[in-house]
């Protein structure tokens, strides 16, 4: 028997090794994995520039505390400053722990500036925002919180796209707006430019903070590097995670210097946060993701993808509802429940993985090549043509 926790409805399925956008199984068959461990292996499995950055590194130095300086951290910061709105850095070890610290950030502006009151987050109803107590009450989920607990009191929510519901929960104890720029589990929910311009002048004139959490929809995802620089909208703090490790588990906050004001020495903390190790394959990851031919070639391999798609969607309209999506973040909306349909798609050796509203998510590496694409499509209308 497993003694593995039951956590997890895990697929009879395990690998040995993987290249780039394959998996290959114990039991020898090869997959095309736009699963990619959730929008985690950015570049793929064993990326050569990934494997050297390890190999190298791990022979100087993996871990050091955070009371001293780390050089490859620094780096890492100001990379990712100088790409955007941030001004500040701190490292985390996972998405939740990001958001996390996302709103801890967000109410300690707050009490350093003698506000202690404002201290309310505003959610979308059923986001999703990691799994830490916190985190699932953030989301606003029945199933996610359910049995846990007592309540963690602070957020407040609204639906998705009920502007009239998202004004009226402002009050003055609001400190923050914390939306994903584009809601991964949640099914693939793009919020539109120019909502988030109108967030942005709502947040402005409520004298809120904006939180917009990127990580599952930054480091490229989206065909920018951050889902947001499209609408130019400057958010005031950002949790990062998934796709700036590669696969190596890092995750962090961004902040503009206002917000940061509030974090003085003590304030915050992590132990394994930004350890040498991490972030150094941080800092290839940042290199190869945030250059601008990278990201122009996931634009340009997105609307190959989500053009193929919608054809496949005019082939199989009772089939397919819905392509959505933006960049390599791409859901496929069935009329039906999806289990069948993804069940389908994995014994034609094509890996996907599900969000919600039907939804069959698909999660290429960023460096997916054309012909790959091409495979999938191909298995994709397979199955479409034998679901009834
Ligand atoms: C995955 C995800 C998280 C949580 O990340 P973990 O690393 O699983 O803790 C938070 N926010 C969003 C938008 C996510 O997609």
Redesign the pocket.
């Known amino acids: 028997m497993s003694h593995l926790a039951k956590n997890y409805n895990r697929k009879k399925i395990s690998f040995k090794y993987g290249k780039g956008s394959y998996l290959y199984s114990t039991d020898k068959k090869k997959y095309l994995d736009f699963v990619q461990g ?2 985690v292996n950015s570049l793929g499995h064993a990326h050569p520039k990934l494997i050297k950055t390890i190999k190298d590194q791990s022979k100087k130095l993996w871990h050091v505390s955070n009371a001293f300086q780390i050089p490859e951290g620094e780096k890492l910061a100001k990379k990712l400053c100088k790409k955007t709105f941030a001004d500040y850095v701190m490292f985390q070890n ?6 996390e610290a996302a709103i801890k950030v967000a109410r300690r502006y707050f009490y350093s500036i003698g506000k202690p009151n404002k201290n309310r987050i505003l959610c979308i109803k059923n ?6 107590l916190a ?1 699932i009450f953030a989301s606003g989920s029945k199933k996610m919180t359910e049995g846990f607990g007592p309540k963690i009191t602070g957020f407040d929510h609204f639906s998705f796209g009920d502007h009239n519901s998202l004004k009226k929960k402002i009050n003055k104890n609001t400190a923050a707006i914390m939306v ?1 720029t584009i ?3 949640g099914g693939i929910k793009v919020i539109p430019d120019w909502c988030l311009k109108e967030l942005r002048v709502l947040c402005n004139k409520k004298k809120i903070l904006l939180i917009l ?5 930054g480091i490229g995802r989206s065909g920018d590097f951050f889902a947001f620089e499209k609408s130019k909208v400057k958010p005031d703090i950002v ?1 990062i ?2 796709g700036i490790g590669g696969g190596f ?1 890092i ?1 962090a906050v961004l902040m503009n210097k206002k917000v940061a004001s509030g974090m003085v020495p003590g304030t915050h903390g992590s132990t394994f946060g930004g350890n040498p190790l991490a972030m150094s394959v941080g800092n290839t990851v940042m290199d190869i993701v945030s250059n601008k031919k990278f990201l122009n070639n996931v634009k340009g391999l997105s609307k190959y993808f989500l053009f193929k798609l919608n054809k496949v969607q005019e082939k199989y309209p009772k089939v397919i509802k819905q392509i959505r999506g933006r960049g390599l973040l791409i859901g496929i909306q069935l009329y039906k429940d999806q289990t069948e349909f993804i069940k389908k798609l994995m014994n034609n050796q094509l890996l996907t993985i599900r969000a919600a509203e039907n939804i069959v998510r698909i999660l290429p590496p960023l460096n997916v090549k054309k012909n790959e694409i091409d495979l999938a499509i191909k298995i994709i209308e397979k199955v479409c043509s034998q679901i009834k």
């Open positions: 959730i929008a996972s998405g939740a722990e990001a958001t986001s999703f925002h990691g799994r830490t985190a994903e809601m991964g589990e959490d990127e990580v599952q929809c949790p995670a998934k588990p995750g």
